[in-house]
């Protein structure tokens, strides 16, 4: 059973940081893609960030520059470091741990960004 709990979400202006964290159980995490997902409101959940087992990352376009997704597998740690926050950046950022294709997910975490 793999549980995925995210914290660091919050209210920040413009320009600002907040660090994400997501803790995981189980013994998958070290062989697993884990992924930063976020959905804002009225629209659908978009992958932000991905880490692999192997440590090679990817972004989306929107956060390209800005964002810093890093692990830990000793600790079963994912981070995101969200820098020069936008209010588009606003949403619920959910963790995701891929594994031989299964999805786990995280309950979410809500980042708000004022303008």
């Known amino acids: 059973q793999v549980q995925l709990v995210e914290s660091g979400g919050g209210l920040v202006q413009a320009g600002g940081s907040l660090r994400l964290s997501c803790a995981a159980s189980?013994?998958?995490?070290?062989?697993?893609?884990m992924n930063w997902y976020r959905q804002a409101p009225g629209k659908q959940r978009e992958l932000a960030a991905s880490?692999?087992?192997?440590?090679?990352?990817n972004y989306a376009d929107s956060v390209k520059g800005r964002f810093t997704i890093s692990r830990d597998n000793a600790r079963k740690m994912v981070y995101l470091q969200m820098n020069s926050l936008k209010p588009e950046d606003t949403a619920v950022y959910y963790c995701?741990?891929?594994?031989?294709?299964?999805?786990?997910w995280g309950q979410g975490t809500q980042v708000t960004v004022s303008s």
């Open positions: 995701n741990m891929m594994w031989r294709g299964l999805h786990s």
């Open positions: 189980g013994s998958l995490f070290s062989s697993s893609t």
């Open positions: 880490i692999t087992s192997a440590g090679s990352t």
